[in-house]
């Protein structure tokens, strides 16, 4: 039985990678108030007490906005800890890192290969583009990068979520239409993590995001549709596209940052998804948890 560090483990993507473990890992899964990986010493120890085969790392600092006024934070999160980390764990042991679509902007409006020239626009993306680095260029053996897009589960803050919540309250919404990327279910992206994990002759970088390339305004609408018909929503309200220049944020977007999965179907046998389909898997996720709370 092969021994497993996660981290991150309270994380959206962290929770769903513990509970999707295989039997055959031991796992240890370790949140951020149980490991400061922004501590090499708290690492070093973590590591020395653990002996892990195999790291997860899930654990990322993730506001995008906050980022542009706490950049130390965000580069001590992203790319320093991943530094400590990939420099830390012995050559043999195993380490899967998870990064971002937000390593491209707008250069390209066909989605990404994981070959392709990254280009960061935010303080978020410039961080989370440092920690592949830092891990690729210490240990290019041995070690994944998996990045991923709009990611979103049931049971945490996020876009779907977000959306329902906004939809049962506001008379109407104004939602960007000049934004485009993929939706990923994060159930689905904790199966690719551990299978990715357990393909060890799979090293470098690789790109998982449901099918389908969409903008957010075209999301929230399915959001509606499928919420509606679940009875999550009681009333249709009406939704307004409007362009990113009217809905200003501190940190810029990429206008454009789909992600092609091609080459992780052909590693791992799989097929990703239609996203509505994935989005309604997580709808019936959401409304058992309603249920479960009434």
């Known amino acids: 039985m092969k021994t497993a560090l996660l981290l991150g483990a309270t994380g959206q993507l962290g929770k769903l990678v513990a509970l999707s473990a295989p039997e055959s890992i031991s796992l240890h899964a370790l949140s951020s108030s149980q490991l400061d990986i922004t501590n090499s010493a708290e690492l070093s120890e ?7 085969d195999l790291i ?21 999160v992203n790319a ?5 980390l990939a420099t830390l764990a012995h050559p043999s042991i195993r380490v899967v890192h998870l990064s971002t679509d937000f390593v491209f902007s707008e250069v390209k409006t066909s989605p990404y290969f994981p070959e392709d020239s990254p280009h960061p626009v935010s303080v978020y993306g410039k961080s989370k583009l440092e920690g592949e680095k830092a891990l690729l260029g210490s240990r290019p053996d041995n070690s994944v990068v998996l990045r991923t897009s709009w990611l979103y589960s049931a049971g945490s803050r996020n876009f779907v979520t977000v959306m329902l919540e906004m939809m049962s309250s506001k008379e109407e919404l104004h939602v960007v239409n000049d934004q485009f990327g993929s939706p990923t279910s994060a159930n689905t ?15 470098g970088i690789y790109h998982w995001s449901d099918s389908g390339v969409i903008s957010w305004y075209d999301f929230a609408k399915e959001i509606q549709r499928q919420g509606l018909a679940m009875g999550l929503l009681k009333k249709e309200i009406p ?25 992780t179907e052909k590693l791992l046998g799989l097929k990703t998804r239609p996203w509505q389909v994935q ?4 709808l019936k996720n959401i409304q058992e948890l309603d249920s479960a709370y009434e």
Do not use: F, G
């Not at 654990?59 to 965000?74: G, H, P, R």
């Open 46 to 52: 973590a590591l020395s007490t653990i002996k892990p």
């Open 239 to 263: 939704l307004h596209t409007i362009p990113s220049s009217q809905y200003p944020t501190t940190a810029k977007r990429p206008a454009y940052s789909a992600l092609d999965s091609s080459a």
């Open 279 to 282: 989005l309604a898997s997580v």
């Open 56 to 76: 997860i790392n899930t654990a990322a600092y993730t506001q995008v906005d906050l980022a542009e006024s706490e950049q130390d934070k965000a580069y001590s």
């Open 189 to 203: 992206l904790a199966e690719v993590v551990w299978k990715l994990a357990c393909t060890e002759h799979a090293n």
């Open 80 to 84: 320093d800890a991943v530094m400590h």
